[in-house]
């Protein structure tokens, strides 16, 4: 399993792309989150339309899905044929299609290939993968995912935005890669995750690795600090390019 880092920071970050991570394994690629500044970056990869086989929407917050009707608009260009996976929220094809008419009017219905929206609840099959979610606690409904594929299976956990639960830390237990938004650095909040926070999922979830993404913009340029006070716990806090493989 490859992760790369296409990007790690929040919605407000002037010197970094939105989170926005590819996963590759047993022949499959899926981008993770496809926010307004995103799509370049997947470009610079690949500019094939058939590169990627699907996204995974954690949210529907711009930083997170105003990138798509982009990114789909130029497979369209570039003459993409085989059907494209939209894996979210329930009511995702709802929001996602308004947001395509939004960005190009007719988009919906023009599009020559087929979309295929899967709303997850708890757990789909996806050929080789199987892909499991639930609820963390955001001011929207988020879902965190554990994705499984590969032989030998590698797991890859992600957070998207927001507290993580009880049921979330269960879920990403003993994964391979866990990478988890970490807005604060101290302190309550119904809405993010703070590093203090994340001590504890460390210890509930022990995964293998823990990457940090969506610090807040002030908090990421402590980065040499941050990983010196949690030298111990190993994690770490990727840069746009970086590339993980499990």
């Given amino acids: 399993m490859k992760v790369s880092f296409l990007g790690v ?4 970050d002037e010197t970094q ?18 926010g307004a500044n995103t799509p370049a970056e997947v470009w610079k990869i690949s500019v094939r339309p058939d590169f990627l ?29 085989r059907p494209f996976y939209l894996f979210g929220p329930v009511g995702s094809q709802r929001h996602l299609e308004r947001l395509m008419e939004m960005a190009y009017l007719g988009m919906v219905k ?23 979610v639930v609820n963390t606690r955001h001011s929207v409904q988020n879902l965190g995912l554990r994705l499984e594929a590969g032989s030998p299976q590698k797991v890859f956990c992600y957070s998207g935005d927001g507290m993580f639960t009880p049921t979330a830390a269960k879920l990403y237990t003993g ?20 590093l203090v926070q ?3 999922l460390h210890d509930l979830a022990r995964p293998k690795q823990m990457a940090l993404v969506h610090l807040r913009r002030d908090l990421r340029k402590q980065k040499k600090d941050i990983l010196k006070k949690y030298r111990q716990r190993k994690w770490t806090i990727p840069e746009s390019g970086d590339v993980v493989t499990c």
């Fill in 198 to 200: 994340l001590e504890r």
């Fill in 53 to 81: 086989d699907g996204v995974f929407i954690s949210h529907f917050h711009a930083d997170h899905v105003f990138g798509l009707p982009s990114l789909l608009m130029r497979m369209w260009e570039d003459g993409r044929t």
């Fill in 175 to 194: 994964a391979n890669l866990l990478v988890h938004e970490a807005y604060l650095e101290d302190g309550q909040t119904k809405t993010h995750c703070s």
């Fill in 17 to 34: 792309t939105n989170v926005c991570i590819l996963v590759e394994a047993a022949g499959r690629r899926m981008l993770v989150e496809c």
């Fill in 110 to 132: 023009r599009i020559p290939f087929t979309l295929r929206f899967r709303e997850l609840q708890r757990s789909h099959r996806w050929d080789d993968w199987n892909l499991r």
């Fill in 9 to 12: 920071g929040e919605a407000f």
